[in-house]
C-alpha cells in the first residue's frame, strides 16, 4: 500500500471523472458573502500554541503533495506535521477548535466519536501502539488568510478532513470518516455511537424503490473491499452506474435529498447550504447505486455521484474484530468533489490565473489568463 501511495503521487492530480475527461466551468472562484475569519483566527490560535520547532514540522506549502498523502491504514503510515498526541493539554484544544471551526456541530460530534471510538478499539485489542484517540496528525497548507488560498488537513486512522480556503470560499473535501466498532458499549466512552442516520436513512432509501428499480439500482453482487475513492485515488475514473434522479418518484427523490444532506450538512452552516445548491443544482446528474443486502442485519454499500459530488458507504471485513466477511460493526464513508476540486484545486488553479505569484515578495498581481 506505501508503495502504490507513493506512485499515486508521482502522477500529476487531475481528478475524480466519469471517464478521464474533466467537466469544465463547474466551480467558480467567487463571494459567498459567508467571513471565515473565525477560522482564521482559529488557525492562529493553533500556530500561537506552537513552539518554532513545532509550527515548522506542521506548515507545508499551499501545493506540497503532503496534502494528497493521506491514508486511513493506522497509525504512521505517510504521516505529516503534528500528532495531536505530542501536544500539550491547551495546544490539543486550539488544533480541536480549528477542525471545530470549519465543521457543523453536528459534523464536529462525528469527527470526535471517531476518535472516540478508535480510543476503544485499543480498550478493545489493548494495541496500545495501533489505536488511541489522538493518532490524528495536523497539518497546514500556505499561510492563513482572509484573501490568499490555504487550508488544512487532519489525518488518521478512519478520519481525515481536508479543508482549502480561498477568500470566503471553502472546500471541505476528501473527507473520509469511517469506525470500527460503531458503537462502544463499555469503556471509558459507552454509548458512543456513529453512523447511525447514513446507514439508516441510505436503507430507507434503498427500501422506498420499487422491485424494478432495486434491479436498476444494484450495480453489483459482491461488496467493495473498500470505498472506491479512498486513499491514494484522487485520479479515479468511476462511469455512473444505477439509478438516475428523474428515474425517481417525488418522495423517494425527497429521501435521496435527506441522504445527501446527512453528508453535506457536516459542514459549517452557511457553507453547507452553498455545498448543498451546488449538489441539487445536478440533481438531474445525480446516480444511486446499491450492493448487498437491505434487510435488517446485511451489509450493503451504496453510493451517490453526480458531476460536483460522491458520497460512498460501505460496511468492511473486521480487523478490530478479526472477521473476514463484511458487517455492520465496520463502516468507511467518504465525500468526494469530482471533476477536479478535491482539495480545492480547481478553485486553486484559476486563482493562479487572475494572480501571477512568482515572485513572493510582490503583491498579487493579475496573471495573463
Given at each position: 500500500?506505501l508503495e502504490r501511495?507513493k506512485?499515486?503521487?508521482?502522477?500529476?492530480?487531475?481528478?475524480?471523472t466519469?471517464d478521464?475527461?474533466?467537466?469544465q466551468?463547474?466551480?467558480?472562484v467567487?463571494?459567498?458573502?459567508?467571513?471565515?475569519?473565525?477560522?482564521?483566527?482559529a488557525?492562529?490560535?493553533?500556530?500561537?500554541s506552537l513552539d518554532?520547532?513545532?509550527q515548522?514540522?506542521?506548515v507545508?506549502?499551499i501545493?506540497s503533495?503532503?496534502w494528497r498523502a493521506?491514508?486511513?491504514v493506522?497509525p504512521?503510515?505517510m504521516r505529516?506535521g503534528?500528532?495531536?498526541?505530542?501536544?500539550?493539554?491547551g495546544?490539543r484544544q486550539a488544533a480541536?477548535a480549528?477542525v471545530s471551526s470549519v465543521?457543523s456541530a453536528?459534523?464536529?460530534e462525528?469527527?470526535r466519536?471517531?476518535m472516540?471510538l478508535?480510543e476503544?478499539a485499543?480498550e478493545?485489542?489493548g494495541?496500545?501502539?495501533?489505536?488511541?484517540e489522538?493518532?490524528?496528525?495536523?497539518s497546514i497548507f500556505?499561510a492563513?488568510s482572509?484573501?490568499?488560498?490555504w487550508g488544512?488537513?487532519?489525518?488518521g486512522?478512519?478520519?481525515?478532513?481536508?479543508?482549502f480556503i480561498l477568500?470566503?470560499?471553502?472546500?471541505l473535501t476528501?473527507q473520509f470518516?469511517?469506525?470500527?466498532?460503531?458503537?462502544?458499549e463499555s469503556?471509558?466512552y459507552?454509548?458512543?455511537?456513529?453512523?447511525?442516520?447514513?446507514?439508516?436513512v441510505?436503507?430507507?432509501?434503498m427500501?422506498?424503490?420499487?422491485?424494478e428499480?432495486?434491479?436498476?439500482?444494484?450495480?453489483?453482487t459482491?461488496?467493495p473491499?473498500e470505498v472506491?475513492?479512498a486513499?491514494?485515488?484522487?485520479n479515479?475514473?468511476?462511469p455512473?452506474e444505477?439509478?438516475?434522479?428523474?428515474?425517481?418518484t417525488s418522495p423517494?427523490?425527497?429521501v435521496?435529498?435527506?441522504?445527501i444532506g446527512?453528508y453535506?450538512?457536516?459542514?459549517?452552516?452557511?457553507?453547507?447550504?452553498?455545498r448543498?445548491?451546488e449538489?441539487?443544482?445536478?440533481?438531474r446528474?445525480?446516480h444511486?447505486?446499491?450492493i448487498g443486502?437491505?434487510?435488517d442485519?446485511g451489509?450493503f454499500y451504496?453510493r451517490i455521484y453526480?458531476?460536483v459530488?460522491?458520497?460512498?458507504?460501505?460496511?468492511q471485513p473486521?480487523?478490530?474484530y478479526?472477521n473476514?466477511?463484511?458487517?455492520r460493526?465496520?463502516i468507511?464513508?467518504?465525500?468526494?468533489?469530482?471533476n477536479?476540486?478535491?482539495?480545492?484545486?480547481?478553485?486553486?488553479r484559476?486563482?493562479?490565473a487572475?494572480?501571477?505569484?512568482?515572485h513572493s515578495r510582490t503583491?498579487?498581481?493579475?496573471?495573463?489568463?
Amino acid at each position: 500500500m506505501l508503495e502504490r501511495g507513493k506512485k499515486s503521487l508521482k502522477d500529476e492530480f487531475r481528478g475524480i471523472t466519469a471517464d478521464g475527461t474533466l467537466q469544465q466551468g463547474l466551480f467558480l472562484v467567487r463571494k459567498t458573502g459567508l467571513s471565515l475569519e473565525p477560522v482564521v483566527r482559529a488557525v492562529s490560535d493553533f500556530l500561537a500554541s506552537l513552539d518554532v520547532s513545532q509550527q515548522r514540522r506542521v506548515v507545508f506549502d499551499i501545493e506540497s503533495e503532503a496534502w494528497r498523502a493521506w491514508s486511513n491504514v493506522h497509525p504512521f503510515l505517510m504521516r505529516h506535521g503534528l500528532s495531536l498526541h505530542e501536544l500539550a493539554l491547551g495546544q490539543r484544544q486550539a488544533a480541536l477548535a480549528l477542525v471545530s471551526s470549519v465543521l457543523s456541530a453536528g459534523g464536529f460530534e462525528s469527527a470526535r466519536n471517531v476518535m472516540k471510538l478508535n480510543e476503544h478499539a485499543r480498550e478493545l485489542t489493548g494495541l496500545t501502539e495501533e489505536y488511541s484517540e489522538w493518532y490524528y496528525w495536523l497539518s497546514i497548507f500556505g499561510a492563513p488568510s482572509t484573501t490568499a488560498p490555504w487550508g488544512f488537513q487532519l489525518d488518521g486512522h478512519h478520519l481525515i478532513i481536508n479543508c482549502f480556503i480561498l477568500g470566503d470560499q471553502m472546500v471541505l473535501t476528501p473527507q473520509f470518516l469511517g469506525s470500527e466498532p460503531v458503537i462502544a458499549e463499555s469503556g471509558k466512552y459507552a454509548g458512543t455511537q456513529v453512523f447511525r442516520a447514513e446507514e439508516s436513512v441510505g436503507l430507507t432509501m434503498m427500501r422506498a424503490l420499487s422491485p424494478e428499480q432495486q434491479k436498476k439500482a444494484i450495480i453489483d453482487t459482491r461488496l467493495p473491499g473498500e470505498v472506491l475513492a479512498a486513499a491514494y485515488n484522487d485520479n479515479l475514473r468511476m462511469p455512473y452506474e444505477g439509478l438516475r434522479y428523474d428515474d425517481l418518484t417525488s418522495p423517494q427523490q425527497s429521501v435521496l435529498r435527506n441522504l445527501i444532506g446527512i453528508y453535506l450538512n457536516r459542514i459549517r452552516p452557511g457553507h453547507a447550504e452553498i455545498r448543498l445548491e451546488e449538489a441539487f443544482d445536478h440533481l438531474r446528474e445525480t446516480h444511486f447505486s446499491w450492493i448487498g443486502a437491505y434487510d435488517d442485519h446485511g451489509p450493503f454499500y451504496y453510493r451517490i455521484y453526480s458531476p460536483v459530488m460522491l458520497i460512498e458507504f460501505d460496511h468492511q471485513p473486521g480487523i478490530v474484530y478479526a472477521n473476514d466477511a463484511p458487517t455492520r460493526d465496520h463502516i468507511h464513508t467518504v465525500v468526494r468533489t469530482p471533476n477536479g476540486n478535491d482539495y480545492g484545486k480547481d478553485l486553486l488553479r484559476q486563482h493562479y490565473a487572475l494572480h501571477d505569484h512568482s515572485h513572493s515578495r510582490t503583491a498579487h498581481r493579475r496573471g495573463r489568463e
